[in-house]
């Protein structure tokens, strides 16, 4: 779909970019960029070579910092919950992603349509892409992964659902995959961790940071990302209004991979080898944390 088609599709059901994640003309996105709506009231990376790109989908992987390979099968008996941010069709279904849920600090919209760059890929199929690549990383390195969505082409589900499948799973980490829609000027990744809040996250706040550093670290070591040079402080956000952090019972983050209406943001997002990149930098950092 075309920018020009899709910001129409958004305005057929409602919704406009801003509203779904973005930023219009310039202005300051809302905190729906980051993967939930608003309260109510309110350079290209290089293509690896063909070894390397075996080397990332064998079990033996490199170690975040020192670039050794690890043993096989060293995350084997961990859990690990992968959310890519919403769906391909939520912009179809206004009715059901706008209805309202409790995430305890507020009522929030159940899901957003998210972003998407300049020439028109969606957040939610860059999402979707990268979620596939790190699930397929983790399990061959001997994690049991489950994802909150099978697919790209349906609707949601609800941020209190995506909360859910990892609380019931058990897991021992889980992420949120996102891409951001700030301000063209600002470019970088950063990682959002919850906050206390008096309910259910508060006990896993503490696992929830160290295991947002650690993603941060491989991510700007393996991806070569820069940190965010719009929100955060070196690529480090707290906040209190995400329902899929605030009711989440394990250890769990958001990461923004990027800015999709930064121009150079944009084109990183379009190769398929920076993605693989970003997944292993994203595998390699839980992996620090999980051992």
């Not at 990892?166 to 891409?179: F, Y």
């Not at 906050?195 to 991806?223: C, F, H, M, T, W």
């Amino acid at each position: 779909m075309t920018s020009k088609a899709f910001v129409a599709a958004l305005a057929l059901c409602g919704l406009s970019v801003a509203a779904c994640g973005g930023a219009v003309n310039g202005t300051t996105a809302d905190p729906a960029r980051h993967g939930e709506p608003a309260s109510p009231a309110a350079s290209p990376v290089a293509s690896p070579a063909a070894s390397q790109a075996t080397r990332v989908a064998a079990t033996a992987t490199p170690a975040p910092s020192a670039g050794r390979s690890v043993p096989a099968g060293p995350l084997r008996g961990k859990v690990v919950v992968i959310d890519p941010g919403h769906n391909g069709l939520n912009y179809r279904y206004p009715s059901k992603i706008n209805k309202l849920v409790d995430v305890l600090t507020q009522r929030k919209a159940c899901d957003t349509t998210g972003t998407a760059t300049d020439s028109g890929y969606s957040e939610a199929a860059f999402t979707w892409d990268v979620s596939q690549r790190l699930a397929k990383i983790l399990k061959a390195r001997g994690a049991t992964v489950k994802l909150t969505r099978t697919d790209n082409s349906g609707v949601g589900p609800c941020i209190t659902q995506r909360a859910a499948i990892g609380n019931k799973a058990k897991a021992d980490a889980a992420i949120s995959i996102h891409a951001d829609g700030a301000p063209a000027a600002g470019h970088g990744f950063h990682v959002i961790m919850p906050k206390k809040i008096g309910g259910p996250v508060d006990p896993v706040v503490g696992q929830s940071r160290e295991l947002g550093i650690d993603v941060r670290n491989s991510v700007r070591s393996v991806a070569g990302l820069p940190y965010s040079t719009y929100i955060g402080n070196k690529a480090l956000d707290f906040r209190d209004d995400l329902g899929g952090l605030n009711l989440s019972t394990v250890p769990k983050v958001f990461i923004e991979s990027g800015n999709m209406r930064n121009p150079g943001d944009a084109a990183k997002f379009r190769s398929p080898a920076f993605r693989q990149k970003l997944a292993l930098g994203i595998a390699d950092g839980m992996q620090t944390y999980l051992k």
